[in-house]
């Protein structure tokens, strides 16, 4: 999954953009104990959590955990911008059948 997140904390610098990755969903995973496969749907607590696991990497002061950023960011912004999800991830292959 690769969604482009947009995240003001409001702090004066403007928003950043992020894209999810592998890393990211993974750790999701593990945390939440939830799957992308499970179909609950995406809500802004599991944005919160791509968008820290993100900004974590390259800024390690963070709080250690996404709750504490956000209880510290209480009034932070974070939307998807964009979604660059391969729908088609494998291109239809002849086999010896066809």
Known sequence: MKIKLSIDTLDGK???I???NL????EW???ERRK??????IGISDMACWAHTLLKLSNP???????????Q??????EVVGDDTDLNPTDAAPTAAS
């Open 14 to 16: 403007g928003p950043q």
């Open 61 to 71: 002061s963070l709080p250690a955990t996404w709750r504490e950023w956000v209880t």
């Open 23 to 26: 890393l990211t969903i993974a």
């Open 36 to 41: 992308i496969s499970d179909g609950q749907g």
């Open 29 to 31: 995973e593990r945390t």
């Open 73 to 78: 960011n209480p009034d932070m912004e974070i």
């Open 18 to 20: 992020v894209t999810t």
